[in-house]
């Protein structure tokens, strides 16, 4: 497990600037480098390059101002033939570089097959603290079992910083401990500690299941962290193909 703290992991993300200016000038950049440049009027490009620089330290704050405002009403007139799906990229775009700042530890993506009641301790004891680790416990021939790997397979994929893991009931070194009756068995750990044990869990869903029930089962008891970005591009996606 790795000694790094929450803190730690924070202070190590690069720094951004705030605020309305900020934002403000990483548009003005966005629209300056996202452009065709043979296909905008020299006059227009220009324009974009002076909003997207910074001024340069020692003018004065008078002239400074006036042309803050001569530009503020240039760049008016200049945002009204921006387009929608520019600013969508633009959006996405910041969404990712903000994800990439704030995702930390280690990523996984698909479903585990645990091999050994050993493999499985080591699995549990030895993954990040803040890292969910989520065990399914089954056997082939009991009902739920197969539908159960299917739904974490996807979940795997939606939330990659999780790690989904599956064992047969039999190589835990405790078959006696999980029968039949008790399949499928749906362990969930986080930083080597127990945090949901849910017994035939197909109890609790609905007779044909899918990922979805499954998502919103482990959420109704904060077993999942949050959607990473990966979800939200795709939304974004579709919305531009409509």
Same mark, same amino acid.
């Given at each position: 497990?790795?000694?790094? !703290?929450?803190?730690?992991?924070?202070?190590?993300?690069?720094?951004?600037?705030?605020?309305?200016? *900020?934002?403000?000038?990483?548009?003005?950049?966005?629209?300056?480098? !996202?452009?065709?440049?043979?296909?905008?009027?020299? !006059?227009?490009?220009?324009?974009?390059?002076?909003?997207?620089?910074?001024?340069?330290?020692?003018?004065?704050?008078?002239?400074?101002?006036?042309?803050?405002?001569?530009?503020?009403?240039?760049?008016?007139?200049?945002?009204?033939?921006?387009?929608?799906?520019?600013?969508?990229?633009?959006?996405?775009?910041?969404?990712?570089?903000?994800?990439?700042?704030?995702?930390?530890?280690?990523?996984?993506?698909?479903?585990?097959?645990?091999?050994?009641?050993?493999?499985?301790?080591?699995?549990?004891?030895?993954?990040?603290?803040?890292?969910?680790?989520?065990?399914?416990?089954?056997?082939?021939?009991?009902?739920?079992?197969?539908?159960?790997?299917?739904?974490?397979?996807?979940?795997?994929?939606?939330?990659? !910083?999780?790690?989904?893991?599956?064992?047969?009931?039999?190589?835990?070194?405790?078959?006696?401990?999980?029968?039949?009756?008790?399949?499928?068995?749906?362990?969930?750990?986080? *930083?080597?500690?127990?945090? *949901?044990?849910?017994?035939?869990?197909?109890?609790?869903?609905?007779?044909?299941?899918?990922?979805?029930?499954?998502?919103?089962?482990?959420?109704?008891?904060?077993?999942?962290?949050?959607?990473?970005?990966?979800?939200?591009?795709?939304?974004?996606?579709?919305?531009?193909?409509?």
């Amino acid at each position: 497990m790795s000694g790094h !703290s929450v803190d730690e992991d924070l202070e190590e993300l690069p720094a951004t600037k705030t605020g309305p200016k *900020g934002v403000i000038n990483d548009w003005r950049k966005f629209k300056l480098e !996202s452009e065709d440049h043979e296909s905008i009027p020299p !006059s227009k490009r220009e324009l974009l390059r002076q909003m997207s620089s910074p001024h340069k330290p020692g003018r004065e704050d008078e002239t400074r101002e006036k042309l803050n405002r001569k530009m503020s009403v240039q760049e008016y007139e200049l945002i009204q033939d921006e387009d929608e799906s520019c600013l969508r990229k633009y959006r996405k775009q910041c969404m990712q570089e903000m994800h990439q700042r704030l995702s930390f530890g280690p990523k996984f993506g698909c479903l585990y097959e645990l091999e050994s009641g050993e493999q499985f301790l080591e699995t549990i004891e030895r993954e990040h603290r803040l890292t969910f680790v989520v065990v399914h416990i089954y056997d082939d021939e009991v009902k739920g079992c197969d539908a159960l790997n299917n739904c974490l397979t996807c979940l795997a994929a939606e939330y990659p !910083s999780v790690k989904f893991c599956k064992i047969k009931a039999c190589n835990t070194g405790a078959g006696d401990r999980f029968s039949d009756s008790v399949l499928p068995t749906m362990l969930v750990y986080k *930083g080597g500690e127990l945090v *949901g044990n849910f017994l035939c869990i197909t109890k609790h869903l609905n007779e044909e299941f899918f990922a979805v029930d499954v998502e919103a089962f482990l959420n109704e008891y904060g077993l999942l962290p949050e959607k990473e970005f990966g979800a939200c591009q795709n939304e974004e996606e579709e919305a531009d193909v409509e």
